[in-house]
Each structure stands twice: as C-alpha cells, then as structure tokens.
C-alpha cells in the first residue's frame, strides 16, 4: 500500500511540474530554443513533452522533429535551427484561422457555416471583411 501512495505522489508531483512548464513556456517563443535554455528540453520525455505543448496549444498536439501537429495531422508550429518559429490555428471544420511568425506577421480568416470564408485581417492593417 505504501508503494501505492508514494507511487501516486510522485505521479502527482510530475504533473505539478509540467503544468509550471506550460505556464512558464506559455506564449514564450521560440519555444524549443527557450525549453532548451531553461534546461527542460533534456529533462522531459516524449510523452511529457507532448502534454506540455498540447496544455500551451490548448489541444492536444503530436511532436514530428522540431514541429507540433494536431489530431487532424494539421501544422500547429514549427521551429527552424535560427530561431525562425511559426504557428498556426484551425476550426473545427480544418480551416485555417490563424497564422502568426516571429518576424511578427499575422494573419486570421473567419469562415462561415459553409465554410467560405468571411473575413480576413492581417498584421499590415488589410482588412477584407465579408460577414
């Protein structure tokens, strides 16, 4: 029985700590490059790193070499060797509904119930607004 209970607080303790990592790395881009230089790249497992992305990601996400995929095998984010990172959101439907990089552009659409799309706005101020 003490196996057990031991055994379950070291499991909860483990989530405790990978839920400070989301919160840490939440919005904190490159998000390699950075879990590297606070040392928690090394530390986690691949199971552990795929929960700590997907609780940034906000769903759940696969890891492919230095890029996160979601359930429908769509991009979420990718880091390049220089740093160079970018992201990506989609709705239920698989439309893409935003698209951000680190050189600071973005971009987001908005689809209707027939999934044509509505709006688009992006990061230089265009506006294409069909709703």
Do not use: T
């Not at 031991?6 to 989530?15: N, S």
């Not at 606070?38 to 552990?48: I, R, T, V």
């Not at 990601?57 to 220089?82: A, C, D, I, M, W």
Request: net charge negative; glycine share 6%.
């Amino acid at each position: 029985m003490k196996k057990i209970i031991k055994q379950i607080l070291k499991e909860d303790r483990q989530e405790q700590f990978l839920n400070k990592i989301i919160k840490v790395m939440n919005n904190d881009y490159p998000l390699f490059k950075n879990m590297e230089s606070y040392g928690f790249y090394d530390q986690l497992s691949e199971e552990e790193l795929n929960y700590v992305l997907s609780g940034i990601f906000g769903k759940p996400v696969e890891k492919r070499n230095k890029s996160f995929y979601n359930q429908n095998g769509e991009l979420v984010y990718r880091e390049y060797s220089n740093g160079h990172w970018v992201k990506r959101e989609y709705d239920d439907n698989g439309n893409e509904i935003y698209y951000e990089s680190s050189n600071g552009y973005w971009y987001k659409y908005e689809y209707d119930e027939n999934g044509d799309q509505i709006y688009y706005e992006d990061s230089d101020g265009y506006i294409e607004d069909n709703r």
